[in-house]
């Protein structure tokens, strides 16, 4: 490869491994790839809240051309006000719009021309919604996490189960390039038998918060209409899945492996009562305010083939962006964060492998001798979407599901499994750090349930 291509391949990983909240720019009009001309019938897809994030799967699902939008539903005037405009641009006749109340999505889901669901809606309307469009005979795409609380954990697994209609957790992290690589690396031995992984959302999101100022609740903007509660109310780990899941990926999380306890413990609150005060001064009525959130928290899972994983929440005091991203086995380990562009974030040591005993190596080359056949095949597509890299394989997967009729890659029980993180992390740290039990969502079936996270080479 020339020192050209080698460097735009570079700027691609770091491009596409970008953070998971971020604008979400073009995405070539063909690039949803492997579509013959007349092999498949169109794919039907509602939405249901097309705020932030979900107006990034709407234009990026609407670039497929064999999929059509015949209705969207949110609550928000603007929000539907830009959906549409989306729609416009990306040449999409006008989808019904459901808007009239917080059930509105009910008389969406009533409809009989729509296969499958993106919910992009605030955490504690995940399960319901899920569970409604489930009852519906839809497909789900649920945005993470899946569930607040244990028993909407079970309400996902139970109605999957009662009703057989098939839910994808949207976790955009387990289709970043950098780390479906590592996944290759680790199917292929690279690191021999896994012992340890660490993982996490480290991302300073104060400003999302609190806006504008030191607002939050009714009347703020964007996620700090819903999100800012959940830091007053619950000291646990809020946002697990971007580094669990591809983590519990690697492990064959639900498919010969399990999570089987976790102990978390919590810092002091903090930063978000500084940040009030720095925003909207000692006299601004927020700045009374007693918050839950410990500013990190810190959980170590035990899983049943004997490895822990180390998860970090830490949302409320200024760093760069990290998923905090290391993987260790019998061999050696990688730790990796796909926006850092310095060696000391982006190693790797193994065993008789690496160039220098005791030194760590540059991961670059790995990363290109592993990269991912989905990579290899649609990335070009990908690269083009800026930011969208991941988010262009999360929403063709699911796509392709429901095109397919097939079972998600990342199911219900995974959406199970990582999410119940928040309400065993909240109990342990309630308790002292006392060790809870991870349910086991699968009943026993894990233990005979195969891997097939991007085992093909297509969706
Ligand atoms: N995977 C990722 O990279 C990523 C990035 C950002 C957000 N998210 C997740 O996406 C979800 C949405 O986050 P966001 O940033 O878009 O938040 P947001 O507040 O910008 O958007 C949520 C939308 O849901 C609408 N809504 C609320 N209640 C509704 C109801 N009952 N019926 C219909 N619509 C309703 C709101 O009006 C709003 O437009 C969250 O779960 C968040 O964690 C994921």
Request: proline share 4%; glycine share 10%; net charge neutral.
């Amino acid at each position: 490869m020339s020192k050209v291509n080698k460097s735009v391949d570079r700027r691609s990983f770091l491009k596409t491994a970008a953070l998971s909240g971020a604008a979400l720019s073009i995405v070539p009009q063909f690039a949803f790839g492997n579509n013959k001309k007349g092999d498949i019938k169109e794919v039907r897809i509602g939405f249901i809240g097309v705020g932030g994030r979900g107006k990034w799967h709407l234009r990026n699902i609407l670039k497929n051309d064999k999929v059509i939008v015949p209705a969207i539903c949110d609550i928000d005037p603007e929000a539907v006000k830009r959906a549409l405009n989306i729609c416009n641009e990306e040449g999409h006749k006008k989808p019904d719009v459901y808007d009239k109340g917080e059930y509105a999505f009910m008389d969406l889901l009533a409809r009989d021309d729509i296969d499958g669901v993106v919910i992009a809606t605030p955490w504690t309307w995940h399960t319901p919604m899920s569970v409604a469009a489930m009852k519906a005979g839809k497909y789900v795409g649920v945005e993470v996490s899946a569930a607040t609380t244990l028993q909407e954990c079970w309400d996902l697994v139970n109605t999957y189960e009662e009703t057989k209609s098939p839910l994808m957790i949207l976790e955009n992290v387990c289709y970043r390039r950098d780390v479906m690589a590592v996944m290759n690396m680790v199917r292929s031995g690279v690191f021999g038998e896994l012992l340890h992984a660490t993982c996490g959302y480290r991302h300073d999101l104060r400003h999302v918060k609190f806006n504008p100022g030191a607002e939050f609740g009714k009347g703020a903007k964007g996620e700090a209409r819903w999100r800012t509660q959940h830091s007053l109310l619950h000291n646990g780990d809020l946002y697990p899945t971007h580094g669990v899941g591809p983590i519990a990926e690697m492990m064959n999380i639900n498919r010969g492996n399990q999570f089987l306890t976790l102990t978390s413990h919590a810092t002091k609150s903090r930063g978000l009562h500084k940040y009030i005060v720095e925003h909207g001064g000692e006299g601004h009525p927020n700045a009374k305010l007693k918050w839950a959130l410990g500013d990190i928290v810190t959980s170590v899972i035990e899983t049943a083939k004997g490895e822990t994983i180390i998860v970090t929440h830490d949302t409320n005091s200024p760093k760069p962006y990290s998923l905090d991203f290391k993987v260790q086995g019998t061999q050696g380990l990688t730790e990796f964060d796909g926006l850092a562009d310095d060696i000391q974030n982006h190693r790797i040591y193994i065993e008789g492998k690496s160039k220098r005993e005791d030194k760590w190596d540059n991961l670059d080359p790995w990363l290109e001798k592993y990269d991912h056949p989905l990579w290899k095949k649609y990335g070009k597509f990908a690269v083009g979407a800026g930011h969208g890299g991941m988010d262009f394989f999360v929403d063709r997967s699911f796509v392709e599901t429901v095109r397919r009729k097939v079972q998600p890659q990342l199911d219900v029980y995974d959406a199970a499994a990582w999410s119940a993180i928040t309400p065993l992390s909240e109990r342990s740290i309630a308790e002292g750090g006392m060790p809870q039990a991870f349910p086991d969502f699968t009943r026993g079936q894990w233990v005979k349930r195969k891997p097939v996270f991007a085992l093909n080479d297509d969706y």
